[in-house]
């Protein structure tokens, strides 16, 4: 029997409430599709993953707490075999392409139309690969350019984050250390860390690229 015919159970991660009705609404139009969760947030996402048996995550890539192909990889980590469907209000090729490199089963931007959505959700949960058509052939070019491959998705940990924030905001070492309440030799080697993981040298550079990829 085919999945369309089975009992799917889908846990929703989007933020905006009006957003999520939606597409649960949509979703569940189909018969024996079932919305089992809804989160605004990835922690929430994980949290409900780890004891809710799904067959598909469909998962916006702007939330509060984690961002882009951060999001998707820290998903992907925790529960590899839960097939991961993407959106997104942007059909830019990064976005699509970072997304898809971190592990997601396929891309679709929000104004896609219900089929478009129910078929990308069908092909996902089945194992498949599923691009929206506007990002589809510019996608597929960078992914057979071996030499435009983008960053490797980099999960940040809680201290991490907090330790980006206060750079973000100027504080020194010192204050740092203070902040987090650890030492001050502990500050400079999580900072080497992050350096290294985002590629930069400096903590202009790194304020910078941790924007890009949507950590800070």
């Not at 846990?11 to 597409?23: M, S």
């Not at 995550?57 to 882009?68: F, I, K, R, W």
């Not at 929206?132 to 940990?157: E, M």
Request: glycine letters at 6%; a positive charge.
């Amino acid at each position: 029997a085919s999945i369309g015919r089975l009992r799917m159970r889908i846990t929703l991660v989007e933020d905006h409430d009006l957003v999520r009705q939606g597409l649960r609404l949509l979703l569940e139009s189909e018969p024996s599709w079932k919305v089992v969760d809804e989160c605004g947030c990835c922690s929430k996402a994980i949290e409900s993953l780890s004891y809710r048996a799904t067959d598909l995550v469909v998962l916006d890539l702007h939330l509060p707490d984690l961002s882009g192909e951060a999001l998707v990889a820290r998903v992907r980590s925790q529960h590899p075999k839960v097939p991961i469907l993407a959106l997104s209000t942007h059909d830019e090729v990064a976005i699509t392409l970072g997304a898809i490199r971190a592990g997601a089963g396929g891309y679709l931007v929000k104004s896609a139309r219900r089929e478009e959505l129910i078929e990308a959700a069908r092909l996902v949960s089945q194992g498949g690969v599923y691009l929206h058509p506007r990002v589809a052939p510019a996608v597929l070019g960078q992914l057979q350019n071996p030499d435009k491959r983008s960053p490797r998705p980099v999960v940040l940990s809680t201290r991490e984050q907090a330790l980006l924030q206060l750079v973000g905001r100027g504080c020194s070492n010192p204050e740092i250390a203070m902040e987090l309440h650890v030492s001050l030799g502990t500050v400079k080697n999580d900072l080497r860390q992050l350096f290294r993981r985002l590629e930069v040298v400096d903590r202009a550079q790194l304020v910078a690229e941790a924007s890009r990829r949507g950590l800070a």
